[in-house]
């Protein structure tokens, strides 16, 4: 185990609704990155927070936002869902912002109907 | 545009045997990779890395190789079990981010 938890397992929403997923870092992990992986694909990156800031982004439009936290967890909002959000959300930590080795939770799957 | 795929999608090996993955990638400044499995129903478990400055990294049954002149790594697993049936990510560790190719599923025969 990774020590990274993320909730809920699953969800299932409508189009057009706002989701919120949490992550929770391991101990000591200052970083957090956000990843969409679609059925049978490697993960993508969306997003990187580190320390409250977000630190680097991917080709993601800006429905999709974050959030860190001093405790250093931290939240995925999707706005105006559509079906092809449909997908694995996984969050990982790292000690640290720069090339450190990134730790994964178990993910959320999300289900747009 | 950067990018790390691999080679085969499927892999069947037989219990006991020894299993390769292969990955290449196109960024030639790459300087760290990472391997990861992916079991089902789980998110990517970290396996190996290896940084440019080294062609062979050995952990426990593990075994990466670098090579950057063709831009090509591989994951060698020694005494193939069934408990290492996953999917298995090459991952590019940039400075923000990880850029994973497509996966390859390793089945384990008996």
Sequence with gaps: ETGVTQSPTHLIKTRGQQVTLRCSSQSGHNTVSWYQQALGQGPQFIFQYYREEENGRGNFPPRFSGLQFPNYSSELNVNALELDDSALYLCASSLDRVQETQYFGPGTRLLVL | ?110
């Design chain 2, 1 to 110: 545009g950067e990018s790390v795929g691999l080679h085969l999608p499927t892999l069947s090996v037989q219990e006991g045997d020894n299993s390769i993955i292969n990955c290449a990638y196109s960024n030639s400044a790459s300087d760290y990779f990472i391997w990861y499995k992916q079991e089902s129903g789980k998110g990517p478990q970290f396996i190996i890395d290896i940084r440019s400055n080294m062609d062979k990294r050995q952990g426990q049954r593990v075994t990466v190789l670098l090579n950057k002149t063709v831009k090509h790594l591989s994951l060698q697993i020694a005494a193939t079990q069934p408990g290492d049936s996953a999917v298995y990510f090459c991952a590019e560790n940039m400075v923000d981010k990880l850029i994973f190719g497509t996966g390859t599923r390793l089945q384990v025969f008996p």
